[in-house]
């Protein structure tokens, strides 16, 4: 006779602790960028617990590790997952959350001794945060068929290394096949990783979709010259143009209005001395939004004004996409089923679009998908002072194994999908 499963809050900090310690930096925070030394001691502590449990771990052309309740089935799953990478500067829980609670989710079914009509499966995405290599959420993209795994080899880092070569080196190129088979289902905890929910006191995000996403490295080239002899009106200066970029982000995504949102986050200055004026500025370019329409008109609008920049100060500027991700809804059925859920374990939901990218928006190309929030303290991430309050961590795992039970159907139960859809 089985119970009914209950997920062991404790049991899942404790892992989320555990894996925290592995790349840990000053202030509680994680530096665990993709395929570096520290990623591989991550994904060998994670793969070490998956062995533990007796599921059968999988491994693909680009990394991606997949582990499957009961171990013998091949069928379609219902796949949870997130990623294990981090930024330079990241928390404990971005990412990292979704894989050890769906972990944990698959470990409290086998305890409870509950089959399920579909498998269970979790997986980390290789690359999610694009930190490293770009562009962000590339292991699911190349998951899903969005990008060759011969491409994907041959992406340069940001430190020179080729990502084919990283692979090898850290022991992750594996032998199942890109694209993979598409899941039953893809449903991904997640913190919101913004300030919305907690704001609110709300406990549980009913995630509709994921902003579309453009990111573009601009090259500005201009000319070195003596910062004390040469006169203003006769600069060519990468520098003061790459600043004037930057401020022209800003207020570009103020003009648009909300949702729009616009990052400069990189600049890159040659030769980068106090008494030499820019020869060359390379920076980034992050612009976001729900409706692709405006989020085109941005990006046309960053055309036009580097156009006009070049002219005005005599330099040349080149742009170079990193990537580009339309807007994708969530499959309404999971959107209600997650809300549905939270509603009955009595929790307060709020139906909200996720800010950040996540591996959950390339699944949905290919199965029924969907997301999970959790809220994030003072709405802070991709920062060591990161952090999701254990209750809020607890709640968030019991309606992420509510929603897969039903999604995966329990013996007694036919799974949720396989019901005719909703008029």
């Not at 949702?259 to 390379?282: E, F, K, M, S, Y």
């Amino acid at each position: 006779m089985s119970e009914r499963p209950a997920v062991d809050v404790d049991r899942l900090l404790g892992r989320l602790a555990a894996l925290g310690e592995i790349g840990a930096i000053d202030g509680g925070g994680v530096c665990r960028l993709a395929l570096t030394d520290a990623d591989r001691e991550g994904r060998d502590l994670v793969v070490t617990w998956m062995h533990d449990l007796g599921l059968r771990v999988d491994v693909d052309g680009i990394g991606n590790v997949t582990a499957t309740w009961p171990p013998d089935r091949l069928d379609p799953p219902v796949l949870m997952g997130s990623h294990i990478d981090t930024v330079a500067t990241g928390g404990r829980y971005d990412g990292n959350l979704g894989v050890l609670a769906g972990l944990e989710v698959i470990e409290a079914v086998i305890a409870a001794g509950v089959a399920t009509t579909h498998p269970l499966a979790v997986a980390f995405f290789t690359n999610e945060e694009g930190s490293r290599f770009a562009p962000d959420m590339l292991g699911s993209l190349v998951h899903v068929g969005g990008l060759d795994v011969e491409t994907a080899h041959d992406t340069i880092a940001v430190d020179g290394a080729r990502l084919g070569d990283e692979l090898a080196r850290v022991g992750y190129v594996g032998t199942q096949p890109t694209p993979a088979a598409a899941p039953h289902a893809y449903v991904e905890l997640h913190i919101e990783q913004g300030p919305v929910l907690e704001a609110e006191g709300i406990t549980i995000g009913a995630v509709t979709g994921v902003q579309g996403i453009s990111w573009q490295e601009v090259t500005i080239t201009g000319q070195a010259n003596h910062a004390g002899t040469t006169p203003m009106g006769l600069r060519h200066d990468a520098g003061w143009a790459a600043a004037r970029l930057a401020t022209f982000v800003r207020e570009l995504a103020l003009d648009l209005g909300d949702p729009q949102v616009g990052t400069v986050g990189r600049i890159d200055l040659h030769p980068d001395l106090v008494n030499v004026i820019a020869a060359r500025a390379v920076l980034t370019v992050d612009l976001r939004n729900t409706d692709d329409a405006v989020l085109g008109e941005a990006e046309r609008r960053v055309d036009t004004f580097c156009d006009e920049l070049a002219a005005a100060e005599g330099v040349t500027i080149t742009r170079r996409e990193l990537a580009r991700f339309e807007p994708v809804e969530f499959d309404p059925r999971i959107v209600d089923l997650v809300e549905e859920v939270a509603v009955a374990h009595g929790r307060t939901v709020k139906r909200l679009p996720s800010g950040a990218g996540h591996d959950a928006q390339m699944l949905a190309r290919v199965c029924p998908a969907g997301m999970v929030f959790t809220p994030s303290v003072a709405g802070i991430s991709h920062n060591p002072a990161e952090r999701t309050e254990p209750n809020d961590i607890g709640a968030g795992a019991g309606v992420l194994l509510d929603v897969v039970l039903r999604l995966a159907g329990a013996v007694e139960q036919p799974p949720y999908l396989d019901e005719a859809p909703p008029a």
